[in-house]
């Protein structure tokens, strides 16, 4: 199917369904990731493209356009979207938020589903700690991976071969870059593979290196970085990285990370995003529940920081702050 050809596809498969629960005038409208439209003072949003990060942008569409109540469709991903919206006040501006699941043609009301519990890596993996940290990376454990990072940009990861069973530190940036660093560079010791790439990464991750491909990427685990380097740049003591509420799709994707600060001898959920993401306030409510803190800030680049977003925090249960960095205090920029 042709780019051109779905976006309308999709309205008229949105139009079809909203047609099923009632009579109302439907008013189309332009939404990237899917479909969406007004029926009288609802909106009806699909989401098409990553619909586990679509709720954001719906609620956005939604709030511009001063709907009452929302109704968010998907035909995956629904328990994910389900949850997140229980964050928000059915009092709220918004009113209240509807998530169904698409089955045929039928729309079935969506369950919450509880978060993915974390674990750890298997202990031959955690035995490549030592070679990490002496490669000069810094270790990081997400969801059971083990890897290593340079101001946020993995650099190795610890695999176990599906058909030899050997386990082993791969170098690179990615798994195709692993692989080719493999197939170039095996014969070589792996602290000693690892200290190069570190050394050739590193100068490009700095907040005052020039743009350049390697700091175009992983920009919200740069900023995580140089909070843990630098905590007093949100006036806390301390900040450690820990998992995110889900298991990043892809090194190259551009996701939020997660930590733990220590502000005013308190402790406080932190989100590190990265260019506009119009989903980082749902994001945020499950990052806090995934660590038990309730208090949470949202830390991003000046430049991403839009309305919208402290107008989707109005609408929480439970309040997250937003806080805009100056630029030149931030994680590399593009």
């Known amino acids: 199917m042709s780019s051109a050809r779905r976006p309308q596809l999709l309205a008229l498969k949105l139009a079809a369904l909203v047609r099923e629960h009632g009579d109302a005038t439907l008013v189309k409208g332009e939404f990237g990731p899917g479909a969406a439209l007004m029926a009288g003072d609802d909106a009806w949003v699909l989401l098409d493209a990553d619909p586990a990060r679509g709720l954001g942008p ?123 660093f493999q197939l170039l560079h095996g014969d070589r010791p792996t602290r000693e593979a690892l200290a190069d790439v570190v050394a050739a990464v590193a100068p490009y991750r700095r907040p005052d290196s020039p743009p350049h491909p390697l700091n175009r990427i992983a920009r919200a685990r740069a900023l995580r970085a140089q909070l843990i380097d630098a905590p007093e740049i949100i006036g806390a003591t301390g900040v450690r990285a820990v998992p995110p509420p889900a298991r990043r799709p892809n090194v190259r994707d551009e996701w939020p990370c997660v930590a733990i600060a220590d502000i005013d001898g308190r402790l406080v959920t932190v989100v590190c995003s990265s260019g506009v993401d119009l989903d980082v306030v749902p994001f945020a409510c499950d990052a806090r529940a995934a660590t038990g803190v309730a208090e949470c800030l949202v830390v991003m680049r000046g430049r991403d920081a839009l309305p919208i977003q402290h107008e989707l925090v109005a609408a929480l249960l439970d309040p997250v702050r937003i806080v805009a960095l100056a630029d030149r205090a931030t994680a590399p920029s593009s």
């Open 58 to 180: 719906a609620l956005a569409w939604s709030t511009r356009r001063q709907a009452r109540r929302v109704h968010v469709l998907a035909e995956s991903a629904t328990g994910i979207l389900a949850r997140r919206a229980e964050c928000f006040a059915p009092t709220s501006t918004l009113g209240p938020i509807a998530v169904g699941h698409i089955d045929g043609r039928a729309v079935l009301p969506a369950i919450a589903e509880p978060l993915a519990e974390s674990c750890d890596p298997p202990p031959e993996h955690l035995a490549l700690l030592p070679v990490i940290v002496d490669g000069g990376a810094t270790p990081i454990v997400e969801h059971g991976v083990l890897t290593g990072e340079v101001a946020g940009l993995e650099v190795c990861r610890a695999t176990t071969d599906l058909v030899d069973g050997v386990t082993r530190l791969e170098v690179g940036i990615g798994a195709h870059d692993r692989e080719a």
